[in-house]
């Protein structure tokens, strides 16, 4: 069975500082990877995508993600985190070719200190 | 950029009613989805459309909800008698292909409150 785990619920960290979200996924299949971003009262926006092509993918507000097959991972940094980097992030799996059996993590609400 | 867009943005209701919430998916796509989210959980798939019928839906998508392309642009879903626990954001989504690598577009989401 297909499963994705985001190990921390809620994440600190001060402003300018490195930020990891972990994220580990269970899947049968070569699985397509993404990391999503929720500001409040806001959509899920795409941050990045991770499609079997290289490991490390850039995405949008300086994010990247590591995919690690021996890992299972597929976690998220950014080497210095800015106040409006402060949201709940969702990481999400897709089972090969069934983009209508998408599986969310529960979430990691990010916050930033001044 | 083209974006998905829902509406309203919130809707309060007495259990029982019906409630329909829009969404208008980014143009050129052909596959719209709907998910919620209850508040404090997960996000789940509630149900997939293409070519005017539904490809897949999930164990809580029963009788009591629809969906509907009613012309070019809408995507709608019906909550025939909601229910105190349908109360939840729910979110439209739109992709241009099926398939596991295809990135879905969400819109900002309804958020539906029963009383």
């Known amino acids: 069975a297909q499963s994705v785990t985001q190990l921390d619920s809620h994440v600190s960290v001060s402003e300018g500082t490195p930020v990891l979200l972990r994220c580990n996924y269970s899947?049968?299949?070569?699985?397509?990877l993404f990391w999503y971003v929720q500001h409040p009262n806001k959509g899920l926006q795409l941050l990045l995508k991770y499609t079997s092509a290289a490991t490390l993918v850039k995405g949008i507000n300086g994010f990247e993600a590591e995919f690690k097959k021996s890992e299972t991972s597929f976690h998220l940094t950014k080497p210095s985190a800015h106040m409006s980097d402060a949201a709940e992030y969702f990481c999400v799996v897709i089972p090969y070719s069934s983009a209508s059996k998408i599986i969310f993590g529960s979430g990691t609400r990010l916050s930033i200190r001044p | 950029e083209p974006e998905v867009t829902q509406t309203p943005s919130h809707q309060v209701t007495q259990m029982g009613q019906e409630v329909i919430l829009r969404c208008v998916p980014i143009s050129n796509h052909l596959y719209f989805y709907w998910y919620r989210q209850i508040l404090g959980q997960k996000v789940e798939f509630l149900v997939s459309?293409?070519?005017?019928?539904?490809?897949?839906k999930s164990e809580i998508f029963d009788d009591q909800f629809s969906v509907e392309r009613p012309d070019g642009s809408n995507f709608t879903l019906k909550i025939r008698s909601t229910k105190l626990e349908d109360s939840a954001m729910y979110f439209c989504?739109?992709?241009?292909?099926?398939?596991?690598?295809?990135?879905?577009?969400f819109g900002p989401g309804t958020r539906l409150l029963v009383l």
């Open positions: 459309f293409y070519n005017n019928e539904i490809s897949e």
């Open positions: 899947s049968s299949y070569s699985p397509s």
């Open positions: 989504a739109s992709t241009a292909e099926s398939g596991g690598v295809e990135t879905q577009y």
